[in-house]
């Protein structure tokens, strides 16, 4: 069974520009959600998506923000990009949503991004 | 606000001998608790959890104990393999705050020398 995969894998922008991520989930899972992978604050969550919902969203600014497809794909946009929005973007997927429980999310590799 | 601390950024462990890495939350409302363990280019992978309702979790060479009092959790890896050298993230979910938001810690490097 293929795993998580996110294109990029790398990106390169400039300050004011704005980037897509594509993020494919394993086969059958549902849900994503989105982390923002920094040296000094670890991972932070982002969003998650379950049905083409958002249903739970972290601390970030408006300038991100996400969707997902019918096929369960995601993608998250960034827009107005600034110097400290390099960082790795995680995604992972998990079968479901669980009302008060926990389903284990698998990761996929990452799109590593450098804004100048 | 980091609620979920990892205070050692590297540890270095001869192999055969017991690694503990170590992970302190601020939330009193986490309910639920994970380690992942991450390679170099990859995502971080799902190695051990423990529910609040517990006090400790064993999966072969991995334990992890959880003391609520405290807010403190700890992963052991007995023996220790050379293998086991990369970044072990400890992450904290609270009911309240969503399925699957998972509150991570910044992460030890493990280095187990052979």
């Known amino acids: 069974k293929a795993g998580v995969t996110q294109t990029p894998r790398y990106l390169i922008k400039t300050r004011g520009q704005q980037v897509t991520l594509s993020c494919s989930p394993i086969?059958?899972?549902?849900?994503v959600s989105w982390y923002q992978q920094t040296p000094g604050q670890g991972l932070q969550f982002l969003f998650e998506y379950f049905s083409e919902t958002q249903r739970n969203k972290g601390n970030f600014p408006g300038r991100f923000s996400g969707r997902q497809f019918s096929n369960s794909r995601s993608e998250m946009n960034v827009s107005t990009l600034e110097l400290g929005d390099s960082a790795l973007y995680l995604c992972a997927s998990s079968l479901t949503l669980l009302a008060g429980g926990y389903n284990e999310q698998f990761f996929g590799p990452g799109t590593r991004l450098t804004v100048l | 606000d980091q609620q979920v601390k990892q205070n050692s950024p590297s540890l270095s462990v001869q192999e055969g001998r017991i690694s503990i890495l170590n992970c302190d939350y601020t939330n009193s409302m986490f309910d639920y608790f994970l380690w992942y363990k991450k390679y170099p280019a990859e995502g971080p992978t799902f190695l051990i959890s423990?529910?609040?309702?517990?006090d400790k979790n064993e999966d072969g060479r991995f334990t992890v104990f959880l003391n609520k009092s405290a807010k403190h959790l700890s992963l052991h890896i007995v023996p220790s393999q050379p293998g086991d050298s990369a970044v072990y993230f400890c992450a904290a979910r609270g009911s309240q705050t969503g399925a699957n938001n998972l509150f991570f810690g910044t992460g030890t490097r493990l280095t187990v020398i052979p």
């Open positions: 086969s059958g899972h549902r849900s």
């Open positions: 423990i529910s609040s309702i517990k």
